[in-house]
Each structure stands twice: as structure tokens, then as C-alpha cells.
T-cell receptor
Framework: KAGVTQTPRYLIKTRGQQVTLSCSPI?????VSWYQQTPGQGLQFLFE???????NKGNFPGRFSGRQFSNSRSEMNVSTLELGDSALYLC???????????FGSGTRLTVV | QQQVKQSPQSLIVQKGGISIINCAYE??????FPWYQQFPGKGPALLIA?????SEKKEGRFTISFNKSAKQFSLHIMDSQPGDSATYFC??????????FGKGTTLSVSS
């Protein structure tokens, strides 16, 4: 059974640019969550999608957005990149509320 | 406001010893408490989880102890092995909301 797949694994962008990250959940999982991981702040919740609808949103600026497609695949977009956006972005999928989350290996974003 | 506080930040244990990591939470509405293990270059992997109606859960060498009145829960790793060296995160969530993670504990098991 394939796990959660995130692409690309590594990304280097220039300040001011925008970036799109992709996440393919485990087959059958309809919930996809995104987290930002940094050494200083740890794992912070960005947002969660379930059946193409954003169900929860963390405390991040509007530059961070996401969407989910009918096949449950999800994308996350960050516009007007800042140096502080450099982080590991993790996607996690689950069957739904109350179920365990399975994380992907993440996308390492470096903003220069 | 940090809703889940994890300690210690780092831990060194000898092979065969017991590793203990503690977490405290504030929100009494939390009803799901998982522990995740993360190796360098990988995403966190679910290790074991507990719900507040149970005081202890054991899976192999890993045990969660849960104290509802103290709002604390802990992970015990028995017979710790070098392969257990990783970063461990506790987390908590309330039905329908996102996981809130602790800051993590870096465990090193010396051989």
C-alpha cells in the first residue's frame, strides 16, 4: 500500500516568488492536513481539507493557501515568499475525524 | 500559547535502559493523544496513541501512561535500542480539530 507522497522533495526559491507543493494521500483517505516544521517553532498546523472543503485552518497569513481535488490530492501554495518560510512542509492523510494521521516525508523549502 | 508542553528537550539513555518522555496539556477537551517518531529526512510516523478513557496502553516496548486529572501523559520505551534514536513528538487533538504537537524530544540511545 503506497504511503503519502509529497513532491517535490526539495525546492529552492527566491524571496518574493511563489511556490506550489503537492501531496497525494493514501488511497481511500479523504482528509489531508498540512504542517510546517521548523527548528524553532516545531510542527505547526496550516490547514486541513476533507472532501475538497477546508475544514480547519491554522494561524498563518493569507499568503498560505491550499486546495483539495476530487481525487483527494492536495496542493499548498505560498505566495510572496519570505526568508522565514524556509521549512519542511509536511502533508498528512487520514480516513477522517478520529483516525490516525500518516505523514509524508515532506518538501524541504529553502527561500534565499 | 503552547497547549502541549513536552519534556525533556533531549535525552540520552544507555542501551537496554528505559526512556521516559513527558507531556502536559491544557485543553480538557482533547480526546486523542498520539506519539510520533521522526527520523532525519523522514516525516513523523505514528507510534502509539491513547484516548482519555484508558490510563495505559502498551504496544511492544512502547507504553503510554495517561493521567487525566493531572492532564499529563508520557511515553515509556522499555529496553531502549540504538535504533530508537530519533525525535519523538507528543500531540493532542479534539474531535474535528487539528493535532497540536509538543516541541519534540531528541532521544539518543548509546550502545
Amino acid at each position: 500500500k503506497a504511503g503519502v507522497t509529497q513532491t517535490p522533495r526539495y525546492l529552492i526559491k527566491t524571496r518574493g516568488q511563489q511556490v506550489t507543493l503537492s501531496c497525494s494521500p493514501i488511497s481511500g483517505h479523504r482528509s489531508v492536513s498540512w504542517y510546517q516544521q521548523t527548528p524553532g517553532q516545531g510542527l505547526q498546523f496550516l490547514f486541513e481539507y476533507f472532501s475538497e472543503t477546508q475544514r480547519n485552518k491554522g494561524n498563518f497569513p493569507g499568503r498560505f493557501s491550499g486546495r483539495q481535488f476530487s481525487n483527494s490530492r492536495s496542493e499548498m501554495n505560498v505566495s510572496t515568499l519570505e526568508l522565514g518560510d524556509s521549512a519542511l512542509y509536511l502533508c498528512a492523510s487520514s480516513l477522517g475525524q478520529g483516525s490516525g494521521y500518516t505523514f509524508g516525508s515532506g518538501t524541504r523549502l529553502t527561500v534565499v | 500559547q503552547q497547549q502541549v508542553k513536552q519534556s525533556p528537550q533531549s535525552l540520552i539513555v544507555q542501551k537496554g535502559g528505559i526512556s521516559i518522555i513527558n507531556c502536559a496539556y491544557e485543553n480538557t477537551a482533547f480526546d486523542y493523544f498520539p506519539w510520533y517518531q521522526q527520523f532525519p529526512g523522514k516525516g513523523p510516523a505514528l507510534l502509539i496513541a491513547i484516548r482519555p478513557d484508558v490510563s495505559e496502553k502498551k504496544e511492544g516496548r512502547f507504553t503510554i501512561s495517561f493521567n487525566k486529572s493531572a492532564k499529563q501523559f508520557s511515553l515509556h520505551i522499555m529496553d531502549s535500542q540504538p535504533g530508537d534514536s530519533a525525535t519523538y513528538f507528543c500531540a493532542a487533538s479534539q474531535a474535528g480539530t487539528a493535532l497540536i504537537f509538543g516541541k519534540g524530544t531528541t532521544l539518543s540511545v548509546s550502545s
